[in-house]
C-alpha cells in the first residue's frame, strides 16, 4: 500500500474507464474492490469519500484530491500525469475542445442511455417491453453517431479525436463490448468494430479491463 494512487472500483464499464488510463499512463496504484453486488458502496465508510455511493473513486495522497465521475477523474489523470499529453490534447486547442464534447457524448449519451437498457433488459424484476425498447433503441441511435465520429475523423483514426486515442475513446470502449448483452449486433457499426478491436490490441488497455477482475469474454473479432 506504498502507492500515493488508489482506485477504488468493481469490474463495470465505469471502474474499467479509469483503471485503462492509469494502466496507459503506467502509474502504479492500489486497487479496492467494492462488489456493488453487496452494496458496500452505500456503506458510510465509501459514502465519506463520495457521497454519491457510486464507483469508481480515486484517491490522490500526493496532491491530496479525492474525485469520482470517471469523466473528471480521467480529466485530472490527463491534467496531472499526461504532460506529454499522449493520451489527451492540449487545453485550448482545436483537439481539446473535440476531445471535451465526445466525452460529454459518452457521460450524458451512451452512459445513462446504455445504463438503463442493461437495467431494463437484463436486471429489472419486472418486465416493461417499451422501457426495453426506448432505451436499447436510443442506445442503437447513439452507436450510430458514433459510428459517424468515427467516419469523420475516418484518415486520423482509428480513433475518435485527431491521430492517437484520447478521453472519449477510453470512456466509451468499456461501454460498446456489452452491446450484445442488449440486443445490438457489432456488425451495424463495422467502424465501431474496426475501433474497438484497434485498442484492444493494446495490451495495457485490457490490462486495464482486467480489474479487479477478468472480463467474462471478449467479443470474437478481438
Ligand atoms: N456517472 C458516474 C456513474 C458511476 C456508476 O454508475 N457506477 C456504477 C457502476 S458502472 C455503480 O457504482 N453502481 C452501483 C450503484 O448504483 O449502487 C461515473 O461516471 O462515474
Known amino acids: 500500500m506504498s502507492e500515493s494512487l488508489t482506485l477504488y472500483t468493481w ?4 471502474g474499467q474507464k479509469v483503471s485503462i488510463f492509469l494502466e496507459l499512463l503506467g502509474l502504479k496504484y492500489n486497487v479496492k474492490p467494492l462488489d456493488i ?7 458510510p465508510e465509501f459514502l465519506a469519500i ?4 457510486r464507483i469508481p473513486t480515486l484517491v490522490d495522497s500526493s496532491t491530496g484530491i479525492t474525485i469520482s465521475e470517471t469523466a473528471a477523474i480521467i480529466t485530472y489523470l490527463a491534467d496531472t500525469y499526461d504532460k506529454e499529453r499522449k493520451f489527451s490534447y492540449e487545453y485550448g486547442t482545436k483537439e ?4 471535451l464534447e465526445l466525452t460529454y457524448f459518452q457521460m450524458a449519451g451512451i452512459g445513462p442511455m446504455q445504463g438503463q437498457a442493461h437495467f431494463f433488459i437484463k436486471y429489472s ?3 416493461l417491453p417499451f422501457a426495453k425498447t426506448r432505451y436499447r433503441e436510443e442506445t442503437r441511435r447513439l452507436y450510430g453517431v458514433l459510428e459517424d465520429w468515427l467516419k469523420i475523423n475516418e484518415a486520423n483514426g482509428p480513433y475518435l479525436v485527431g491521430d492517437h486515442i484520447s478521453i472519449p475513446d477510453i ?3 468499456p461501454w460498446s463490448l456489452s452491446l450484445p448483452s442488449i440486443g445490438i449486433e457489432f456488425e451495424e457499426f463495422p467502424l465501431v468494430k ?4 484497434n485498442l484492444l490490441s493494446q495490451p495495457e488497455i485490457v490490462k486495464g479491463f482486467n480489474v479487479p477482475s477478468a472480463p467474462r469474454s471478449w467479443p470474437d473479432f478481438v
Open 37 to 43: 453486488s453487496t452494496n458496500v458502496q452505500k456503506e
Open 171 to 173: 470512456c466509451t470502449v
Open 125 to 127: 424484476k419486472e418486465d
Open 194 to 197: 474496426k475501433w474497438i478491436k
Open 50 to 53: 463520495n457521497p454519491n455511493g
Open 96 to 99: 481539446y475542445y473535440k476531445q
Open 11 to 14: 469490474g463495470t464499464p465505469n
